[in-house]
């Protein structure tokens, strides 16, 4: 019966309203079953159209209200600017690559310059735990585009990061295994539906709940 529950739980999980621990015992359901995982995949498209109905919708609106005609406009033309920001970082890209493949190495390293404004990188070590993180979010227009490199040498255990809003709110960025006593950086690739700016910090986490270090805000 628990097992069937869990099969109900993806639509919850992949909007991000499932508490916490819910969300931990979640995943785990996750790794054993295929049929949730395609499902949450395909729950992505709604879960990002919620996300820019929310972030364009006043507090005091209640969340069922109908949107109108200049909210929609509001919205399309918010995705419209965004696409066209990505297909201009697309078309710099290809010409830098060009250039690159023309002219050599040295081009190589200015051109490196404008991914690193696009993205915001965090660092932070916890004395008590031991435990070295470091954040590179990137902003999007479904949330922001997470990479996480970890050294943590007091495995094995199971961990998760976690996006923590102003709000108080919490989403799991993405989790991993650490190794028995390897202390070499792991590098792991999530998401948020939040953006840079609605983050207040970040937190690694056992799966158990303990605390390992807090990166602050990118904000």
């Known amino acids: 019966m628990r097992s069937l529950e869990r099969h109900r739980d993806v639509g919850a999980y ?25 499902q949450v995949t395909e729950f992505g498209p709604t879960a990002r159209q919620m996300m820019l109905y929310r972030r364009a919708t006043p507090r005091s609106v209640h969340p069922f209200a109908g949107p109108g005609p200049r909210m929609l406009d509001k919205l399309l033309a918010e995705v419209a600017v965004r696409h066209r920001a990505a297909r201009r970082r697309m078309m710099f890209a290809l010409a830098a690559s060009v250039v690159i493949a023309l002219v050599g ?39 922001s585009d997470i990479e996480l490199k970890v050294k943590d040498g007091a495995g094995p255990r199971d961990c998760r990061l976690i996006a923590v809003g102003h709000d108080g709110s919490e989403q799991t960025v993405t989790s991993w295994n650490v190794p028995l006593h390897d202390a070499r950086p792991n590098t792991m690739q999530g998401g948020t539906a939040y953006h840079p700016e609605e983050v207040a910090r970040f937190e690694l986490r056992t799966a158990e709940g303990e605390h390992l270090v807090t990166l602050p805000s990118t904000s």
């Open 105 to 143: 190495p040295a081009v190589a390293m200015m051109a490196g310059g404008d991914d690193a404004e696009d993205a915001v990188r965090v660092t932070a070590t916890d004395e008590k735990s031991g435990v070295w993180a470091q954040v590179t979010i990137e902003d999007e227009v479904w949330g």
């Open 14 to 38: 992949a909007l991000g309203v499932l508490d916490e621990a819910e969300a931990f015992r979640f995943e785990d359901h996750l790794m054993e079953c295929p049929q949730c995982a395609a």
